[in-house]
């Protein structure tokens, strides 16, 4: 079982590559080749550090090794979000994503809000809908040109 902790600064480096490289080695098989560059170009270590300063970002490790993460923001009055939820390839359909989900949604925001959204690439889609989310708007557009999937939990 692995180990889930809050971030801590410093991580932004190695999580800045966990979510570039699941982008490009899973992902990608996925969704066109423009909504993953421009996903790619946004998780930076800046970027990362930059979610993490204005949410609860957790960090999943497995041996010592950073596996996977996700952030909780707050979005509205009983909302929030789940953002850059991600596992390494080889941490995927090992159960460490319900893990992970587990931790998340224990977090304070989530577990005070009413609605828990995120947005899911298509490829996620029987992950999130197997732990109880569901797709609700369908395709729409975020980030320019960005077509990816809003799914919600209801409470």
Same mark, same amino acid.
């Given at each position: 079982?692995?180990?889930? +902790?809050?971030?801590?600064?410093?991580?932004?480096? $190695?999580?800045?590559?966990?979510? +570039? =490289?699941?982008?490009?080695?899973?992902? @990608?098989? %996925?969704?066109? $080749?423009?909504?993953?560059?421009?996903? %790619?170009?946004?998780?930076?270590?800046?970027?990362?550090?930059?979610?993490?300063?204005?949410?609860?970002?957790?960090?999943?490790?497995?041996?010592?090794?950073?596996?996977?993460?996700?952030?909780?923001?707050?979005?509205? &009055?009983? &909302?929030? *979000?789940?953002? $850059? $939820?991600?596992?390494?390839?080889? @941490?995927?359909?090992?159960?460490?994503?319900?893990?992970?989900?587990? @931790?998340? &949604?224990?977090?304070?925001?989530?577990?005070?809000? =009413?609605?828990?959204?995120?947005?899911?690439?298509?490829?996620?889609?029987?992950? %999130? *809908?197997?732990?109880?989310?569901?797709?609700?708007?369908? %395709?729409?557009?975020?980030?320019?040109?960005?077509?990816?999937? &809003?799914?919600?939990? =209801?409470?």
């Amino acid at each position: 079982m692995a180990e889930i +902790r809050l971030y801590l600064p410093g991580d932004e480096e $190695a999580l800045s590559t966990l979510l +570039r =490289r699941t982008l490009l080695e899973v992902n @990608a098989n %996925y969704c066109p $080749a423009g909504e993953i560059q421009w996903l %790619y170009d946004r998780y930076t270590p800046e970027t990362v550090a930059e979610i993490a300063s204005g949410g609860h970002t957790y960090v999943m490790t497995e041996g010592g090794t950073i596996v996977g993460t996700g952030t909780v923001i707050e979005t509205g &009055e009983a &909302e929030c *979000e789940i953002i $850059a $939820a991600f596992l390494l390839p080889e @941490a995927i359909g090992r159960g460490l994503g319900t893990q992970l989900f587990a @931790a998340l &949604e224990a977090d304070d925001l989530c577990i005070s809000a =009413r609605r828990i959204w995120l947005t899911s690439s298509v490829n996620a889609l029987d992950f %999130y *809908e197997k732990i109880g989310y569901e797709y609700v708007y369908g %395709y729409r557009q975020r980030g320019g040109e960005l077509h990816l999937l &809003e799914m919600e939990k =209801r409470k």
